[in-house]
């Protein structure tokens, strides 16, 4: 008992010191709109003082705080980088994360936090949040409602809450940062055990519900351009307990209710399903990019939707990230991406920044084909290491997270100018490019005709398939 007492007394201490540390550097205010400026005319601003703002320097640089590859203005088959790109910060992991891990306490200590989830350092947290998209030259966030401000007692003190936190995003945005989306966190208060619109307490359902319609009424306060859905626990850990038809019944009606809202509100942002297969239920109901289509499609919400594919989670279902965003752009429903990747040798959500170039280009060749991801982007859903502790690796981890995607789209244009890979796929399918071929595809060939044919034919001549070649012409790219 004695020593967690120490323990703890050695922990705020730590946070003392920080705080007196971090009064240290000179500072000026962090509203985006003032020109505080230092002797060389860099903005210092408050929370960040050792950080310039970051700039392009190209691929020779060795200056960590620099782009190698993402430079915002250029243009890349004909559209600048920062309109493919879209790039945004997810509030969550790069302001509420902790580093705590099932087995140890938190690792971030930053100067500005107080150790509180009060009101004042929620709104000191969004002047941070803005200090550092202005430093990074990101201008897009995504937030989820409990993330930004503290849950109250009740509904009506935590919307309060909300209100006036949103207020003051509102006046920080300005007109040089937007919001890409907003959501509501359904998942970590105990009310939300068994899931939010598909718990089997009613009240839980009628909480759930209170809860994203006033999200949804600050997300479009805000201008954000999309609404997102990332199923929490909407899932089941057993089926001896669970209805699972009426589950998803209730998650069909929770929509439903949400699109007439949109429509109440006037907010024309997209709203977004976020497929994820296990963690923290071990089965996740919006389970990849093909379950979510067919349960919109089911329940005739296929054209209200679109997803939010995570790459982290596109590999929990067994699947790649290009895969997903391969098979989300065919059915009409890339919305969003959220830039991620796991380890090969973890089983779960890790969450980390990308930086396997070969992952980004495939990623890049499908949003490309999709022409971008507008009105949805690229959210850095991804968080430092819990070893990583200096607030310098929250822009390292960003840099390198948009110089990869930018890499990757500087590969996926090289390989569609050069059009070989192109070409090998095409010729792959060029039997269907005849008189035949097109009459299958426009579903006006029966098997008496196939029939006749195949007799008329013989045993087809089958060619290869060009995997090596075609893996050899992807690495000439990278
Ligand atoms: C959880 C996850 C969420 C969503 C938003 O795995 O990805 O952060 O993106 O709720
Ligand atoms: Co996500």
């Known amino acids: 008992m004695k020593s967690a007492k120490f323990l703890l007394l050695l922990f705020s201490l730590n946070i003392v010191s920080n705080i007196v540390t971090a009064a240290a550097p000179p500072t000026c205010p962090a509203d985006i709109g003032s020109d505080c400026a230092t002797d060389s005319g860099e903005w210092t601003g408050e929370f960040f003082p050792g950080i310039p703002k970051i700039k392009y320097e190209g691929p020779s640089s060795k200056n960590p705080l620099s782009f190698k590859w993402y430079n915002a203005e250029e243009e890349i088959l004909g559209k600048k980088m920062k309109d493919w790109m879209r790039f945004s910060v997810a509030f969550w992991h790069t302001f509420r994360g902790t580093g705590g891990d099932p087995f140890g306490a938190p690792t971030k200590m930053w100067p500005w936090e107080d150790g509180t989830n009060s009101l004042a350092m929620a709104k000191r947290r969004m002047r941070v949040n803005f200090e550092f998209l202005e430093k990074i030259g990101v201008d897009k966030w995504c937030f989820h409602d409990r993330d930004i401000a503290p849950d109250g007692k009740t509904i009506e003190e935590s919307n309060a809450n909300l209100d006036e936190v949103v207020a003051l995003a509102k006046e920080l945005q300005g007109k040089k940062i937007s919001l890409l989306w907003g959501t509501s966190q359904l998942f970590v208060h ?37 609404y997102v859905f990332w199923g929490g626990r909407e899932g089941y850990q057993s089926l001896l307990n669970t209805d699972m038809e009426r589950e998803l019944d209730h ?96 089983g779960w959500d890790t969450d980390q920044f990308m930086m396997d170039v070969g992952e980004a280009t495939l990623v890049m060749l499908t949003v490309i084909k999709n022409g971008g991801l507008a009105p949805g982007g690229f959210n850095f859903d991804a968080k430092l290491r819990r070893e990583s502790t200096d607030v310098e690796d929250l822009f390292i981890a960003h840099i390198a997270g948009m110089d990869t995607l930018a890499r990757g789209l500087r590969n996926a244009a090289k390989l569609i100018e050069d059009g070989s890979l192109g070409e090998l796929v095409r010729k792959r399918y060029q039997s269907f490019d005849t008189e035949l071929g097109a009459q299958i595809e426009a579903g006006k060939a ?33």
Request: charged share 25%; aromatic share 10%.
């Open 251 to 346: 998650m069909a009606r929770f929509f439903e209710a949400a699109i007439a809202y949109k429509k109440k509100i006037g907010f024309n942002g997209t709203l977004l399903i976020e497929p994820k297969p296990q963690e923290p239920t071990k089965h996740q109901y919006d389970w990849d990019a093909a379950t979510a289509a067919n349960f919109l499609r089911k329940y005739g919400l296929i054209d209200e939707f679109k997803l939010n594919i995570e790459c982290n989670h596109a590999t929990l279902s067994g699947h790649s990230c290009h895969h997903e965003v391969e098979t989300a752009r065919i059915n009409g429903l890339l919305g969003n991406i959220d830039a991620n990747t796991g380890d090969p040798q973890v």
């Open 446 to 478: 029966d098997f008496e005709l196939l029939e006749k044919k195949a007799i008329e034919w013989g045993e087809p001549k089958v060619g290869s398939a060009k995997q090596e070649l075609a893996e050899m012409i992807f690495q000439s790219a990278l």
């Open 190 to 226: 105990p009310r939300y055990m068994h899931g939010a619109a598909t718990s089997p307490e009613l009240g839980t359902y009628v909480y759930a519900a209170a809860q994203v319609k006033k999200a949804m009424e600050v997300t479009h306060y805000l201008g954000g351009e999309n």
